[in-house]
């Protein structure tokens, strides 16, 4: 099993929809959880962070983290094409706080 | 524009030929990690460098070796380049900083192994 879970897609969403994108965690001591956007033959993006359970608001993005369920989710309003890019969850392990292990991305494309 | 750059942008190696990449991390980051991604998958974590020590080394063979030099800058060599070794080259900075734990991405270098 891997340590992080993430749906690959492709998804593929109408401009202006609300778009859910999730993860699963295999490890209960993770402690810093990431999303990171990346285009097309670009490097990663960090969108948001969050060390706790809960939601986290900035802008259109919310991120969502339920450390009971190992679940962790990211949300974008008003969807726009140009946030068509795949998108990363991450994570850290507690003690060694700067070693990411990432989800295999999942592939969005909002169409116009 | 995270502030890390990264050397070169595109390269083509032989089998068993040796490659350097380099990568200067943003002001004030004191940590520098080395990721290696596949076409399709995430990255996968290689190695991190603290102060210009080694202080981290994910699932990757001793012929994958790193810098780190005092101005934080780094670079990741890779001896007897295999086909598989083809991938894009991630360099991330961090600060020692215990707030938060923001670690930023270059932009990456594309190696092709033929």
């Known amino acids: 099993q891997k340590e992080v879970e993430q749906d690959p897609g492709p998804l593929s969403v109408p401009e202006g929809a609300i778009v859910s994108l999730n993860c699963t965690y295999s490890n209960s001591a993770f402690q810093y959880f990431m999303w990171y956007r990346q285009y097309s033959r670009k490097g990663p993006e960090l969108l948001m962070y969050?060390?706790?359970?809960g939601n986290k608001e900035d802008g259109r993005f919310t991120a969502q983290v339920d450390k009971s369920s190992k679940y962790i989710s990211l949300f974008i309003r008003d969807s726009q094409p140009s946030d068509s890019a795949t998108y990363l969850c991450?994570?850290?392990?507690?003690?060694?706080?700067?070693?990411?292990?990432f989800g295999s991305g999942t592939q969005l494309t909002v169409l116009p | 524009e995270t502030g890390v750059t990264q050397s070169p942008t595109h390269l083509i190696k032989t089998r068993g030929q040796q490659v350097t990449l380099r990568c200067s991390s943003q002001s004030g980051h004191n940590t520098v990690s080395w990721y290696q991604q596949a076409l399709g998958q995430g990255p996968q974590f290689i190695f991190q460098?603290?102060?210009?020590?080694?202080?981290g080394r994910g699932n990757f063979p001793p012929r994958f070796s790193g810098l780190q030099f005092p101005n934080y800058s780094s670079e990741l060599n890779v001896n007897a380049l295999e086909l598989d070794d083809s991938a894009l080259y991630l360099c991330?900075?961090?600060?020692?900083?215990?707030?938060?734990?923001?670690?930023?991405f270059g932009e990456g270098s594309w190696l092709t192994v033929v």
């Open positions: 991330a900075s961090s600060s020692g900083s215990r707030e938060g734990n923001t670690i930023y």
């Open positions: 969050t060390y706790s359970s």
């Open positions: 460098y603290y102060r210009e020590e080694e202080n």
């Open positions: 991450a994570r850290t392990l507690s003690g060694s706080a700067r070693q990411l292990t």
